[in-house]
């Protein structure tokens, strides 16, 4: 989970986009929010619902939950629609941690089949009892820090420089509009 690198991001294309199109204000809190969804829905899937899913890149790492997401806010409000964009712009970054053949069979799931092996959820392996299960998991997605390369680490900074871009744009528009 590359959380500053998420954030970062998809809060600096969010405010690009508004520049070109005007849109009503955008919930900053939101966008952040909506741009870790794939991975807050995985996750909980991963370590509590799925004991078979090989890892925690699952449903939720798909263009088409992206694409649900953007419909099912698009039809409550018309201006959310930007919002759903953070979930698709999640599994776009997250491109360079797999190789780009099974990020692609991940990412369209389940345009080439809806085999849930594609997502890593294999139904013969075997289970833990849950309170095992929900330890080994939680190991195990901690672990994934501490065995960072570079590409994350340089991925993180990238999203950490656009977050102090981001805020110091915006600290310094907000103290002109003050009288």
Known sequence: MLVMSH??????????VQKVIPNKPINQLTVAVMSLLPDIVDR???????PFAESGRLFAHTILFGVIICIALTTISRHWWIYGLAPILHVILDTPMESPLSWMKRASWPIFGADLQILGVDFKA???DIPDQITTRITDLTNAYFE????????????ILILIF???TRSRSCSQEKP
Request: no cysteine; hydrophobic share 55%; proline share 0%.
């Open 126 to 128: 075997k289970s833990l």
């Open 44 to 50: 909980m899937l991963f370590v509590f619902v799925l």
């Open 166 to 168: 981001f805020f110091l």
């Open 7 to 16: 954030i970062g991001y998809t809060l600096g294309i969010t405010s690009q």
């Open 148 to 159: 960072a390369s570079w590409w994350y680490l340089s991925l993180e900074l990238g999203g």
